[in-house]
């Protein structure tokens, strides 16, 4: 494992984020969504704990009670991060899994259409950075097809994208080849990667090929553990190669938010502190081991 020579800034003193919900008892039982009504309760426990960022969600269910979609909500949002310190710079669009941009029927492809031009703009308000676009399970570009229509739908949004200084972030199942040239057919430096540790792990892709082929791309990171072929696990149980993933972050100079979406119970808060404990103590060995 070859680390760069010049000296680097340590992990663990990387801005550390949160998937929106995580601290809170679920919505509605559902494993990961916007809490409705009562969203603004996690800034204050962010807080608390030394946690930087929140990873906003944008549902497709209630997408018109979400503060991101109105200029007053976006306010709040704003006015709450000033008051804790705790920021919203990155979003994880669910909505796109329910109804992808390249859905084969057109009044949901258009319907889609809107809805990213109008998060696009609001987030550009707030200081966002990246707006996560999930292209997996339901979303998943499962064929040529489906790949040939997502990239001419995406073209169509790079300069909004870039007017508004945000990055189109993919999360995808591709394997890593694969997701390179789908980069390079997009051709826009807006349109960037998402990289889930966990579902990598999942899916039994190798993370040293993963950044080899994109790492310099990667906009986004989320912190989370797998089985292979299993589901969310608490940190350090399933076989994601965090050893290896930070290796790659060092090499290929990601600088931006460690967004935990790790495994989570009902409850939520007690099984995120003992999962942020773990990840510090990890980043901060690995500082130790390679002299970071």
């Given at each position: 494992m070859t680390m760069p020579a010049a000296k680097v800034r340590p992990l663990?003193?990387?801005?550390?984020?949160?998937?929106?919900?995580?601290l809170l008892p679920k919505y509605l039982g559902r494993y990961q969504a916007h809490p409705v009504g009562y969203w603004a309760d996690e800034f204050k426990i962010a807080a608390t704990l030394g946690v930087d960022c929140i990873e906003f969600i944008l549902d497709f269910s209630d997408v018109e009670k979400n503060p991101l979609m109105s200029p007053s909500g976006c306010r709040q949002i704003s006015d709450i991060s000033a008051q804790t310190g705790v920021v919203v710079k990155t979003i994880c669009a669910d909505y796109f899994m329910e109804a992808p941009l390249h859905s084969?029927?057109?009044?949901?492809?258009?319907?889609?259409?809107?809805?990213?031009?109008?998060?696009?703009?609001?987030?550009?308000?707030?200081?966002?950075?990246d707006i996560v676009i999930p292209l997996v399970d339901q979303s998943s570009l499962a064929s040529k097809a489906d790949q040939e229509k997502f990239v001419?739908?995406?073209?169509?949004?790079?300069?909004?994208?870039?007017?508004?200084?945000?990055?189109?972030?993919?999360?995808?199942?591709?394997?890593?080849?694969?997701?390179?040239?789908l980069l390079k057919i997009i051709n826009s430096?807006?349109?960037?990667?998402?990289?889930?540790?966990?579902?990598?792990?999942?899916?039994g892709f190798d993370p040293a090929e993963e950044f080899a082929n994109y790492g310099d791309r990667i906009t986004d990171l989320h912190i989370k553990d797998r089985s292979v072929g299993g589901f969310s696990v608490p940190l350090g149980e399933g076989d994601a190669n965090f050893l290896e993933v930070f290796s790659g972050v060092v090499r290929h100079g990601y600088d931006g938010p460690f967004i935990m979406q790790a495994f989570r119970d009902e409850e939520g808060l007690e099984i995120f502190k003992r999962?942020?404990?773990?990840?510090?103590?990890?980043?901060?060995?690995?500082?130790?081991?390679?002299?970071?």
């Open positions: 663990a003193t990387r801005k550390i984020g949160v998937m929106q919900g995580r084969n029927d057109n009044n949901i492809a258009k319907a889609s259409q809107d809805v990213l031009n109008q998060l696009i703009e609001n987030a550009s308000q707030i200081g966002v950075t001419q739908q995406i073209q169509t949004f790079t300069k909004n994208a870039e007017l508004g200084q945000i990055n189109l972030c993919l999360e995808t199942d591709l394997r890593a080849t694969e997701f390179k040239k430096d807006r349109v960037t990667v998402n990289y889930d540790i966990g579902n990598s792990a999942g899916l999962q942020l404990a773990w990840f510090r103590s990890t980043l901060e060995s690995f500082d130790q081991k390679f002299d970071l």
